[in-house]
T-cell receptor, first 115, second 112 residues
Framework: GAGVSQSPSNKVTEKGKDVELRCDPISGHTALYWYRQSLGQGLEFLIYFQGNSAPDKSGLPSDRFSAERTGGSVSTLTIQRTQQEDSAVYLC?????????????FGPGTRLTVT | GNSVTQMEGPVTLSEEAFLTINCTYTATGYPSLFWYVQYPGEGLQLLLKATKADDKGSNKGFEATYRKETTSFHLEKGSVQVSDSAVYFCALTYQGAQKLVFGQGTRLTINP
């Protein structure tokens, strides 16, 4: 079956521009997560969705970052007025249960480069 | 707070060597513990997990035991292969939160 998909796989943008990153979770998975992987910071949690609501947004680094999920499926992470420190690989994961010990399945990531 | 500390890498071994990658954690309550692996050019995938003290997770010849007394979850393999070359991440989730908290990752290279 299909895994978690993300698009685009690579994105190069100029400083100050807005970008949208998309995540398509595994069909039927109710939980969706965004993480960021960068050289300096390792793997960081950004936001967690259960259905369409986001009970945990504690990892979003600034108000330039926002995310939404519609129809309990696809999610979009938006970064406004991008900065060079936003350059990273953005990972999406989904899981099929509210149990935090349940496996999270990761997508291949979107590599964002801000020039 | 909740955190994970892994041994610093990179780690380079010869094929058939014994592997240990140390992982210790700080957490409130009773976390669940995970090892994730990232092979070159691929996404993160779960290698093994343990959800309570003294549980042993195992997969593909790798093992890790949840040690509450030492707050550790060290990854071991008796005989590594070139195909085990990857970055390994120790992680936890804790009660009241769904998110994974990751260690900094350990890059492992196995030479033939």
């Amino acid at each position: 079956g299909a895994g978690v998909s993300q698009s685009p796989s690579n994105k190069v943008t100029e400083k100050g521009k807005d970008v949208e990153l998309r995540c398509d979770p595994i069909s039927g998975h109710t939980a969706l997560y965004w993480y960021r992987q960068s050289l300096g910071q390792g793997l960081e949690f950004l936001i967690y969705f259960q259905g369409n609501s986001a009970p945990d947004k504690s990892g979003l680094p600034s108000d330039r970052f926002s995310a939404e999920r519609t129809g309990g499926s696809v999610s979009t992470l938006t970064i406004q007025r991008t900065q060079q420190e936003d350059s990273a690989v953005y990972l999406c994961a989904s899981s099929g249960d509210r149990d935090p010990s349940y496996e999270q399945y990761f997508g291949p990531g979107t590599r964002l480069t801000v020039t | 707070g909740n955190s994970v500390t892994q041994m610093e890498g990179p780690v380079t071994l010869s094929e058939e060597a014994f592997l240990t990658i140390n992982c210790t954690y700080t957490a409130t309550g009773y976390p669940s513990l995970f090892w994730y692996v990232q092979y070159p050019g691929e996404g993160l995938q779960l290698l093994l997990k343990a959800t309570k003290a003294d549980d042993k997770g195992s997969n593909k010849g790798f093992e890790a035991t949840y040690r509450k007394e030492t707050t550790s979850f060290h990854l071991e393999k008796g005989s590594v292969q070139v195909s085990d070359s990857a970055v390994y991440f120790c992680a936890l989730t804790y009660q009241g939160a769904q998110k994974l908290v990751f260690g900094q990752g350990t890059r492992l290279t196995i030479n033939p």
